[in-house]
């Protein structure tokens, strides 16, 4: 039976890990592999990114209910992961006002508009992460993946380990993350397909 996998990348056309998740998701399609990762790259039938206004609050909240609906969480590590700063420009997330603005999502050439979020409530111990938040959207999928305690995987997209590539947040994953490229017996590289199978937990 197939394992439903969240991977949360930085999915930048020129200089992002879309490589590993390329990978990834041939993975998926292949009907011996036993995984079923969710490319949230791949805008599904209803997402609420479809809609021209959706705001990054939304996009988030979303993120939420797919990290829910998960076994568990890939979180691939590139050079530029800890710099990313997208979705983290939130003025309702350091004021109370209804009277601010945000960017759509996707449509930074139409500038901002006003905040649709009315109310406000500090998530319990056992909610979602609140999605109104000054997170980037990566920081987000990884602090709600650890609120729902799901099984998380670091990788590099690397052939190497490389902890100075982890973002301050994901301090102490340094002993559990690893290279998700090797070469073959032939000199190509890769993805290691083993042990991204055995963090998974099969045999």
Known sequence: MKKRVY??????ESDGDRDV????NQWSNDEWRNVNFVDMATVVSGSVSQNPDCRPCELKAEFNRQINASSAVIIIIGDKTASRTAGSSCSRAV??????????????TNGSRTCKVFFTCVPGPNDDLG??????YLRHEFEQAKRREK????????MYKEPAWLPPYMKGYEGV????????GWG???G???KVKEALGYD
């Open 188 to 190: 190509n590289k890769v």
């Open 7 to 12: 991977i949360s990348a930085d999915y930048a």
């Open 131 to 136: 999605s109104i938040n000054s997170f980037s």
């Open 21 to 24: 998740v390329a990978v990834l």
């Open 177 to 184: 993350a690893f290279p998700f490229w090797r070469r073959d």
């Open 95 to 108: 004021r109370a006002s209804t009277d601010v603005s945000c960017t759509p999502y996707k449509q930074n």
């Open 151 to 158: 099984k998380l995987i670091v990788v590099y997209n690397s």
């Open 192 to 194: 290691d397909y083993q």
